[in-house]
């Protein structure tokens, strides 16, 4: 949500508001406290971003601009719970949908924050719900999707925090399991909730630049360990340079902040 140069982003609970006072500073609402022990790690300010910048080929000119660009993207480290649901209601939705049918889960049995903004739904209450309620979320078809998502969870038949520990081949075999899920998803909640940032979630814009730019196929293998990050800083670059997008992404969705 962007007002005057402000920012307001909820998230474990809380409610923060940044406020850009220019020149790269940035005031946040919470105290020192609050972001030493949550937002700093939420908008993962200790991962070095430089050295991922560095280690761009210098003669990929494509991507040397889209970091240059992108300089500031950081990879949210997000709630694994919200960052499932989100991203199952996201398919075939634009980004405006997705955040209303976001929101008015949250209004239909999250916890309020303040006056105006609730929490995410823990998995019990989603789970609770009909699928004639989550359908009136605007859900359409990922209703049973999102209802068997929040049943799994809520009954511990996927605890979503043990799976933190899996390969990241484990992980993505967990994450498809679920109903609704698919390779593009499972790939963006490995990057935003799992911070797997060797997840290389390839969509309809990704894609494009793949075949533009790289022959059809990036070469993921020159960034070991961080090609999500360059998959971020494609996105970023090929969406702001090209007008509104046709079809949602994770980053739009709920993945990347910049600072």
Not at 66 to 78: D, E, V
Not at 155 to 165: C, K
């Amino acid at each position: 949500m962007l007002k005057d140069d402000k920012a307001a982003v909820a998230a474990g609970g809380k409610q923060l508001v940044i406020d850009d006072m220019g020149g790269g500073c940035f005031e946040f609402s919470c105290s020192a406290e609050e972001y030493r022990f949550f937002w700093h790690d939420y908008f993962d300010m200790g991962t070095d971003y430089s050295a991922f910048i560095n280690a761009v080929d210098p003669g990929d000119g494509f991507l040397k601009k889209a970091a240059a660009f992108g300089n500031g993207i950081r990879i949210l480290n997000q709630e694994p719970f919200e960052t499932l649901i989100s991203f199952i209601i996201s398919q075939r939705k634009n980004i405006p949908a997705i955040q209303s049918s976001v929101e008015k889960l949250c209004r239909l049995c999250g916890e309020k924050i303040n006056e105006d903004v609730y929490a995410f739904p823990e998995p019990r209450a989603i789970a609770s719900l009909s699928e004639k309620e989550l359908s009136g979320c605007s859900l359409g078809y990922r209703a049973p999707y999102v209802r068997e998502a929040a049943r799994r969870v809520a009954s511990g038949e996927t605890d979503l925090q043990t799976i933190r520990g899996f390969t990241d081949q484990e992980l993505y075999n967990e994450l498809v399991s679920f109903y609704g899920v698919g390779k593009k998803v499972a790939n963006c909640i490995m990057l935003f909730a799992y911070h797997r940032i060797a997840s290389f979630p390839v969509d309809v814009w990704i894609q494009r630049i793949e075949d533009e730019y790289y022959n059809g196929r990036f070469p993921v293998e020159r960034y070991p360990g961080f090609a999500g990050v360059m998959q971020q800083y494609m996105f970023f670059y090929s969406r702001e340079n090209a007008g509104k997008q046709e079809e949602p992404h994770c980053a739009e969705q709920t993945g990347f902040g910049k600072i």
